[in-house]
């Protein structure tokens, strides 16, 4: 039997792990977002966003990244991408909720971003709605335990892959 939930396609997506000269990520708290009321927490995440049709990934990245932390191109240099997609999937409790309902989760090429920038340069509420609503650099290596738990194996591949450029 074919559950219509998980024959969704995945929504493209694209994430930047922005990392400042101490090697330090950018995380910030979604607006829209906090901890299930089961896990009492609020999650940090990397920016991440969709690809429109017919948009290259780089300049989706870019995009995204000033969209959500309202960094200027000249602030940043794009230094690395994931050799292949990472994909996951929604909570079953999220599907058919997130993006109206199309997508059962995300497959996401991630950027490795150098950010020359001073945190002056940062402005969540540059993008209308903001997405976030605080910020913080944070150690990579504790980046999976900052992010909700169905993204954990998607954080840990992303830091794998590009910690040695960090």
């Given at each position: 039997m074919n559950d219509p939930l998980t024959s969704l396609p995945y929504r493209p997506c694209v994430g930047i792990m922005m990392v400042n000269a101490a090697g330090l990520a950018f995380v910030g708290q979604r607006i829209d977002t906090r901890g299930q009321p089961d896990e009492g927490?609020?999650?940090w995440q990397m920016p991440q966003g969709g690809v429109d049709d017919g948009e290259d990934l780089r300049a989706a990245a870019l995009r995204e990244l000033w969209e959500e932390t309202g960094v200027e191109e000249r602030h940043v240099t794009l230094i690395a991408q994931t050799a292949e997609e990472l994909l996951y999937d929604l909570p079953d409790d999220l599907i058919g909720k997130l993006?109206?309902?199309?997508?059962?989760?995300?497959?996401?090429?991630?950027?490795?971003?150098?950010?020359?920038?001073?945190?002056?340069?940062i402005h969540l509420a540059r993008h209308d709605?903001?997405?976030f609503s605080h910020w913080?650099?944070?150690?990579?290596?504790?980046?999976p335990d900052l992010i909700v738990p169905f993204k954990k194996r998607v954080?840990?591949?992303?830091?794998?892959?590009?910690?040695?450029?960090?």
């Open positions: 927490g609020v999650y993006w109206k309902g199309r997508y059962r989760g995300q497959r996401q090429h991630w950027f490795l971003a150098r950010f020359a920038g001073d945190d002056a340069d709605p903001p997405e913080q650099w944070a150690s990579p290596d504790a980046l954080y840990r591949a992303v830091l794998d892959e590009f910690r040695d450029l960090i």
